[in-house]
């Protein structure tokens, strides 16, 4: 019995030692993918990306139209070449499009590593102005919002980080006015 008692006086204990320890956490939550999708800098380097890649991207698409002319080529000539020309013709297309492929692996590879190294300076910089706006604030944990269940008003600190790094919300779109008829 003297067990039961001090086992029940001990979870008492623990119980209000984590109740008054919970209540001194200051919980904030931001939704991420908002800030991302919102961030200044977004637009500028897909931009970036873009022209970066374009020149290569126009070749591949060049390369594909070549190859593509060269099978509707021998698909019209079939009919009047002798099979060892059409094999000939096979191969040659054949090396062609392994080439093709090749290179639109390795500029897949490039253009994805270039997009996760920019993806992850805006990731950083995300990061950076949450911390800030944490400790400016006092909040001792912020959540992603899409793992939060339910949250007070004025503890989504969003907008405050997407200011912070430069952005903001793009406006709501207008209700229209119902027509006098």
Do not use: C, W
């Not at 993918?33 to 800098?41: I, L, R, T, Y």
């Not at 022209?51 to 593509?68: N, P, T």
């Not at 020309?85 to 390795?106: C, P, Q, Y």
């Amino acid at each position: 019995m003297k067990n039961i008692v001090k086992a029940t006086a001990l979870s008492l204990a623990l119980a209000f030692a984590s109740a008054s320890a919970m209540a001194d956490e200051n919980i904030a939550f931001i939704n991420a993918g908002v800030v991302f999708q919102n961030h200044p800098d977004r637009e500028a380097i897909s931009k970036k990306l873009e022209s970066q890649f374009k020149a290569e991207a126009d070749q591949l698409a060049a390369s594909k139209k070549s190859i593509d002319g060269k099978i509707a080529a021998l698909q019209k000539d079939a009919k009047n070449l002798r099979s060892a020309d059409i094999k000939k013709r096979e191969d040659e297309i054949n090396k062609l499009m392994k080439a093709h492929d090749e290179k639109a692996r390795k500029f897949q590879q490039e253009t994805a590593q270039a997009e996760r190294e920019e993806t992850a300076k805006l990731l950083e910089s995300i990061q950076a102005a949450t911390n800030k706006m944490a400790k400016d604030k006092g909040f001792t944990y912020v959540l992603d919002a899409n793992s939060v269940v339910y949250a007070a008003d004025g503890k989504d600190i969003t907008e405050d980080v997407l200011k912070s790094v430069g952005g903001k919300l793009p406006e709501a779109p207008k209700a229209e006015a119902p027509k006098a008829q």
